[in-house]
């Protein structure tokens, strides 16, 4: 039931229970091609399908080139090689969408923890990202804000070409962020949040209007996400990464809460609403 009815990973499931299943995942997979299981190949949880890349070759305004301007992965890469003695808190940005025209997601990925923070916006535009930054920064207070916020990596879109409203302090203009994009066509160079799209894509998939969602439907969607194990932190969990790291309190302002191993449901019907 975890893998058929609850979309948990074979990894997840391996982590929790190695009482029961005392064979390899090899061996697991082999007994599913088998039909020795209930469930099938398709119950497991799938890559989600990307969108063919757009033209790379395609002229930016005069004024998103200035936008970009020091902000490149290039100029990225070289403030990180500038700080390589310090530990920078590095947090990769992308929207979601789900029908054109409709309600989308902006994501945020503390890298060093692979927690992802998720929130909903009536639409796809610089204000509505804007509006979800001054959220964060009146809940947690600046300083944790230039502490988690140090660096922001993004990728070309229209919504995130008011950099300056990001990276400065809304009242003193003080520089508390600094915010690069990536390469135009190169969304690899932001992998690990890439990566962790999927997971959404298992709860609400390509196509599905998010539009009946609410923020609290989105809260207990990443309260999942976030208490699943993750390979890449050696089989850790981001919610007791980050917690040691963020503090408890500013993991409740940001209204997350752990799921126990066995609670956890990766499948749509976690927040489908009847419309």
Not at 200 to 207: C, D, H, L, S, V
């Amino acid at each position: 039931p975890l893998i058929k009815d609850q979309k948990q990973s074979i990894n997840q499931v391996y982590i929790n229970h190695p009482d029961l299943l005392y064979f390899s995942k090899t061996e697991f997979y082999h007994l599913i091609d088998a039909g020795i299981f209930s469930f099938r190949n398709i119950d497991l949880p799938r890559k989600v399908g990307y969108k063919p890349r757009k033209d790379g070759k395609k002229r930016r305004t005069r004024e998103e080139s200035l936008i970009r301007m020091n902000r490149t992965y290039k100029d990225y890469l070289a403030y990180l090689e500038a700080h390589k003695d310090e530990d920078i808190s590095i947090v990769q940005m992308d929207t979601v969408e789900g029908i054109k025209g409709g309600k989308v997601l902006l994501t945020l990925l503390l890298v060093q923890y692979n927690l992802m923070l998720t929130f909903i916006m009536d639409s796809q535009t610089t204000l509505c990202v804007n509006k979800v930054f001054d959220w964060i920064r009146s809940t947690i207070g600046m300083d944790n804000f230039k502490r988690i916020f140090q660096v922001i990596l993004t990728d070309n879109g229209h919504e995130f070409f008011d950099p300056l409203s990001i990276e400065l302090d809304p009242i003193t203009k003080e520089q508390v962020s600094h915010m690069f994009y990536c390469d135009p066509s190169a969304s690899y160079q932001k992998g690990a949040i890439e990566k962790n799209h999927e997971y959404i894509r298992y709860i609400i998939p390509k196509g599905t209007s998010m539009d009946n969602y609410t923020q609290s439907d989105i809260d207990l969607m990443m309260s999942h996400i976030n208490s699943t194990a993750r390979e890449v932190l050696n089989f850790a969990i981001p919610f007791d990464m980050a917690s040691i790291y963020l503090g408890m309190d500013t993991m409740k302002k940001l209204v997350f809460s752990k799921i126990q191993p066995d609670d956890i449901i990766l499948k749509p019907y976690l927040i489908n609403k009847k419309k």
